[in-house]
């Protein structure tokens, strides 16, 4: 027979909006005399503006929490972690191994961009070297799908999704003795497919419980029907005028996706032989190492592009000659919203060609460079670098290949879960999340369907929600 008393789960996000993910989880047994459990669900960097000031400090004590699981390693996801650990934190980060790989990447690289590019704005670096050598000792990675033990009540499965390489849902079963199972899944940045693998589908151990979930809903407005496939005809149209392409990317997933897709093209004889392609991004370079290293994890079709010899561009000097000899060129560079890395230099040297097609790929960040030269008309002025530049190129943007759920994507997720106690929502702007929770309140999917927020902890109990405990003081 089961307690009187229930054990149950505090969560508190430390993010609103869509970066900088954290949700801090306190976990008190039903008995007084069992420790709580404190624990964290990603430690993501903040990327808006508006929240900049939050990335220097956690709204908990780090040196308190046991360990972190990760579902991925993008920035918004990870990019904290260092912090945690010169905060006092020293716990265990668990992930996969695919993740993990991506963590040192992406890590190294934050620390390249204090260094370089934020240097040139005065702002200091959150963290160094060490801090970062601290996370990669005490990552411990699992198989995706299975169930393992990460304490003595805490089982944990990272569930794999088609988000980004690696990535993965978390779902959590917590067991004290004499008492309900409590189980809860957190969807991660979720995506059902990608070009470039496939993931399995989710295990019944997971569909087949009462769920309480926490679930991303970066497109909750989105259907599949809003989402144009306009790139390839873009593409068409401008080799048909003989212009030059230049395609921001973000450096993981996005730029490989569209590395593959320029070889069908190219195959398809779609962009002619006259075109000359040109690689740029020492980043996006790396992950295509990894993306090599596990090329068993790709789909068939796709795993003879990493073979394909596209001549990258290593340097300074041979990005001046790129764009000195611009003509009749596909350039692929990244640095997906404009703002940081190599495109930056494209921009600010071929904005002002008539003869040039700059096409973003996805979503670009209200104050980003991409958004500004998106949004300029013909012959205005945009501020690159202190240059002032005439834009004159055409610039466009698909969102097809986005990573993220749409509407009907995320509804289809929900359905196929046995029963749902509670949703929460996260990762979204709040009125995408609010127009999202009542698309779900409409379909009577669950009992209760809230949105986290920094001010709010919800409590959660072997059947879902309890009640919401308010915050006095408000973050940054
Ligand atoms: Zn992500
Ligand atoms: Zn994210």
Redesign the pocket.
Known sequence: MPDKANSYLDVHPEQDEVTGTCFSCILTPPDSFIKPVKFLLDCGLYQETMYAERNKDFSFEPNEYEFVLVT?G?I??IGRLPLLYQKGFRGKVYCTRLTAEVIAIALKNTLKIFENELKLYKIPPLYTQEDVDMVLENIVTFKVNKLFYVHKYIAVSFIANA??FG?TSVFLKITYPRQESMTYLFTG?YAKQNRLFEVPDVPKFVTENHLTIFQEATYGSTHLEDIEKVFVDNLKEAIAKNKTIVIPLFAFGRFQEVMYLITQLLQEKVIPRSYRISLDGKLAKEYVELFRKYRSCLKKEVQSIFSTKFRWVDDPDDRELIISDYKKRIILASGGMGSFGPIVEYERRLLDKPDVLFHYMGYTAVDSLGTKILNAKNLEAVCIRGNTIYKQADVKISRESS?HAKVEELIEYLYSIKKLDCITLYHGQKEIVQQYQQTLKNLKISKDVLISNSNVTHRYGPYGYIKSIYHTTTPV
């Open positions: 991925h993008h918004d996801h988000h980004i990535a940045d990573s």
